[in-house]
């Protein structure tokens, strides 16, 4: 829940700021236009940390004790290019050699 209100935050506070504006003054504020900045990957991020914490809910991964690691898996950038949501089942093993 933690992680979809970050998600809603980001993504939906210019919205609700401008209706709020439109409801009180009945106008729109002037820099209402392009003034909302939403961090790039923002959802991807988000989408990979809801993807561990599921997988450690299920069994499928286990508790990974390094915090390096899970935020490697996070923000591993040559996937977040590349494609869907990957399951650490399948990325974390490889730090193990």
């Given at each position: ?8 935050y980001?993504?939906?506070r ?61 923000l ?22």
């Open positions: 829940v933690l992680n979809l209100s970050i998600l809603g980001w993504k939906y210019g919205f609700l700021l401008d209706g709020l504006a439109q409801l009180s003054l009945g106008v729109a504020r002037p820099e209402a236009a392009g003034s909302h900045r939403i961090p790039l990957g923002i959802s991807f991020y988000i989408f990979q940390l809801i993807a561990y914490q599921v997988d450690l809910s299920g069994r499928a991964t286990e508790h990974e004790p390094r915090f390096w690691r899970v935020l490697l898996y996070i591993f950038f040559p996937h977040h290019q590349a494609g869907p949501i990957m399951r650490p089942a399948k990325f974390l093993p490889q730090f193990y050699g």
